[in-house]
């Protein structure tokens, strides 16, 4: 008898959330649930990352109303999220208060697995979301970051696992969102975490399929002893996404493995989403085919992207090499934080500042609060020059203690500012949506009961792809003005506003 | 020290013909030639195929010239072709005596490893071929082609790769031509042809990446001990083409396998491509992403774009279900051929006649002589019922013996022929062209000295791609009209006409 290989099937989140910035509508996604449902997934990714944002942003669409629907449409599946830990479904550090509301009332909106990840792999980050989980007696899922630097060993790894599975963790999730995790080190990664945490310690691989590698990577880490791996329906697979599901169960055949799903059933779903897929061509990726150019760089496609439109609006595109040079400079200097948001936004764009001023000669604001601890911890010493220099622009010390120790709580006031927008329902998940996006959800409120708004088009009307189409809604937005910069923390705006020489 | 995994670099060849049907000029490859001669591949597959016939049909380029070119531009490569054993680089059995003058000429032009296949793996059909290129002193590839019937275990593929190095093969190649090579098999096949053959026997795996799960192929035959394994750069890679050269030479890291290419060159490749692809826009293959459904049909893709352009033209385009239902009776009838030129067509065809005018009411004529055994032998014992159908119908016996066989020496007449043609030039080489492609050669000849044509566009004024792109030149335009069916064998042509009932 082969050993059973879980499948989570990624076209409802991280899927659509690669492929065309996050923009399919929930009507698109309806007629295939019941297919999802039925296929024999141990869990359907549907949401968090940037669909929330997307949701109220682009689509008019309630998230919450988006997540019951999908209770209600796929009773037998394992429901999962992405949930940035400390930061939520936002891109600040919330108060533990807000962090347990936000677990509580996704856990009773039906929320199953709840995949918790830190973008420094900082795990007092994680420690909060993780112990809210528990208590709602759902699954918690601790996050390996993976990433490639002089002292991200395969020993750190396992270590960091290790320390996951102590705080309560229920599984153990290694996330390779920049297609850099190559069949070996996925192999002993694997290997070390069951070594480490035991046999019956259920281990979930992660990896995009931008390098044209990690199928194999998936191999070798079930080979390993991976218990569940990430995929998306054919139909909206590869390039910046992710591996396609059909052909990660035709390769095991034979090799004593076997993912036991449904295979006509996949056919229906495959079929549902060529359908859709050619409606939302204006936000398709214009990634096709592989990029391996990744492994030297380090920089994820859409980060290049972003610091390119940084560049052009400078009138400085032809800076780009030396920009592409200098962030492994910069993120060396950071005691080498794994490049995925916010941490790519704020290295690439300091990057940038460096290239076109000199370097260090601004700092932006999130960049000083990254050299100064308030994201958290970096496995490398931080370069204390720099640390200096950024303690005099921030005029603020550098902290040790877990960033979250320093705010108070907040939920009292982010209720009482939410329930004075107009069209806000009172209801704490209303809270929850102003809490993460409190200039948007103000809009979103008020707009609400015009209903969901889909941005797909017929195909033959549809515009050409955007410029950097493969980002997340929210981060893309967030970067429009690069030259003015934007830092929130603790409630507090910073504005840094720097002009080329 | 880790173990060299060899590489042949297929952009000149397979790759194009996969991905743009054949259509890319020679001055468009020029420039890349260099980098290609230094990036330290084993070989670099650069002709045959349908390269040949691309040259003189759309291209107005001499297919001998564009040899020689490649010989003076890539002074320290092994130059690789693919040879259809018997049939040459043409759609019938030749004569020995004129496959024997096409390798001579093929190795005094420069062409040093010769890939001979023949689409029923009949070994007889390879034999003079192969007895060709030795005389020759070149490097004589013995090839098995891969597909999935009851009958086609890894033993028979083991044993067929045993007879090919007896009739003193130098190497051999596991051809995948449509992307059905799972991992598990891919590694059983290298092991039992190590085992049977030796150790040092040089075993060359060639897959498409159609299906998405054939670069795991590669790792898991390069683990079985493989030698050398066909990519092709990526920036031309992937759909129905094949794995990308850089993420192999990446995926190997850390394996104990290494490929020692040089990376700077690969780069210098990969963005010369990615320039040129986009002119030939109007030929591209429309297939991106992956197709699993194959591995049910075992139908690739190029054979169903085909039979529904051959069910469109009779208005019968919903019916396509059932031709796709009936290919693997057909195949079965036939003694399961593997599905590659010309059998693919052949089979395809039959089904689409079994569907529109009741099972074997009419046969075509290539299916009676496949039937009849004049391709040669096939795996599996061919019904005895439709072998009397199509003994009836074609009025003449079935054989047993090798189909060149009956061959009557043919050179002279063909030399006749070809110098009597304005613009001969008299050469042998211009006697095989005529050879090869009697009509298309007559007209080249006479065109010749207005020089090659590029059909490549600035991408902004090219048309939309062509409904059938993923198919080789010839196939298609051999198939374009479905109704009118032509026989050629042995220089006399047989019709059959067949209208809707």
Redesign the interface.
């Known amino acids: 008898m082969s050993k059973l290989i879980q499948v989570t099937e990624l076209i409802l989140r991280d899927a659509h959330q690669s492929l065309m910035a996050t923009r399919m509508a929930m009507e698109d996604m309806v007629p295939a649930c019941e297919d999802i449902d039925k296929a024999g997934f141990w869990s359907v990714e549907c949401w968090g990352g940037a669909t929330y944002d997307a949701c109220i942003r682009f689509l008019n669409e309630d998230p919450w109303e988006r997540l019951r629907t999908f209770r209600k449409l796929m009773p037998n599946s394992r429901l999962q999220m992405l949930l940035r830990a400390q930061n939520l479904l936002g891109y600040r550090h919330y108060e533990d208060g807000v962090v347990d509301r936000f677990v509580d009332k996704s856990a009773e909106n039906g929320m199953d697995v709840f995949r918790v990840f830190d973008a420094l792999n900082d795990i007092r980050n994680l420690e909060r979301a993780v112990a809210a989980v528990r208590k709602s007696g759902k699954h918690a899922q601790g996050t390996v970051c993976y990433t490639v630097s002089p002292l991200h060993t395969t020993a750190k790894f396992v270590e960091m696992a290790k320390r996951l599975m102590d705080i309560g963790c229920d599984s153990i999730c290694i996330k390779d969102m920049a297609a850099l995790l190559?069949?070996?080190?996925a192999y002993d990664i694997v290997k070390g975490i069951k070594e480490a945490c035991g046999d019956k310690t259920f281990v979930h691989v992660h990896v995009h399929s931008t390098?044209?590698?990690t199928?194999?990577s998936l191999?070798?880490a079930i080979e390993a002893g991976a218990d569940c791996v990430d995929t998306a329906i054919?139909?909206m697979?590869?390039g910046p996404g992710h591996?396609?599901t059909?052909?990660l169960?035709?390769?095991l055949?034979?090799?004593g493995f076997e993912t036991r799903l449904d295979?006509d059933r996949l056919?229906n779903i495959r079929a549902h989403f060529e359908k859709i897929r050619p409606r939302y061509k204006e936000f398709l990726s214009n990634i096709?085919?592989?990029?391996?150019?990744i492994?030297d760089s380090q920089i994820p496609g859409g980060m290049i992207s972003n610091m390119e439109s940084q560049l052009k609006q400078q009138g400085a595109a032809d800076r780009m090499h030396e920009v592409l040079a200098e962030v492994p400079n910069v993120r060396k200097d950071a005691g080498y934080p794994p490049l995925v948001t916010p941490s790519s936004q704020i290295v690439g764009t300091q990057a940038v500042f460096n290239v076109m001023m000199g370097r260090y000669k601004v700092l932006t604001g999130e960049f000083a609060d990254l050299m100064l601890g308030y994201y958290g911890e970096t496995i490398g010493p931080r370069d204390p020059k720099i640390v200096e220099m950024a303690k005099a622009q921030a005029k603020k010390p550098s902290i040790t203690q877990r960033p979250a120790d320093l705010l108070k709580p907040e939920w009292e006031e982010l209720r009482s500012a939410a329930i004075a927008l107009k069209g806000c329902n009172g209801s704490d998940e209303d809270v929850l949506t102003y809490a993460m996006f409190p200039q948007v959800a103000a809009k979103f409120f008020g707009t609400r009961d015009q209903g969901p708004k889909n941005v797909g088009k017929d195909p033959a009307k549809a515009a050409p792809p955007a410029s950097a189409p493969g980002q997340p809604a929210a981060a893309s937005a967030a970067l429009s003005g690069p030259v003015t910069y934007k830092v929130e923390l603790n409630g507090k705006a910073h504005k840094v506003v720097v002009s080329p020489a």
Do not use: C, H, R, W
């Not at 190559?182 to 080190?185: A, G, I, L, V, W």
């Not at 096709?288 to 150019?293: E, K, L, N, R």
């Open positions: 190559k069949p070996q080190p390098t044209g590698v199928m194999v191999m070798k054919s139909s697979s590869l591996n396609p059909e052909s169960v035709e390769m055949e034979g090799t295979k056919e096709i085919g592989v990029d391996t150019a492994f």
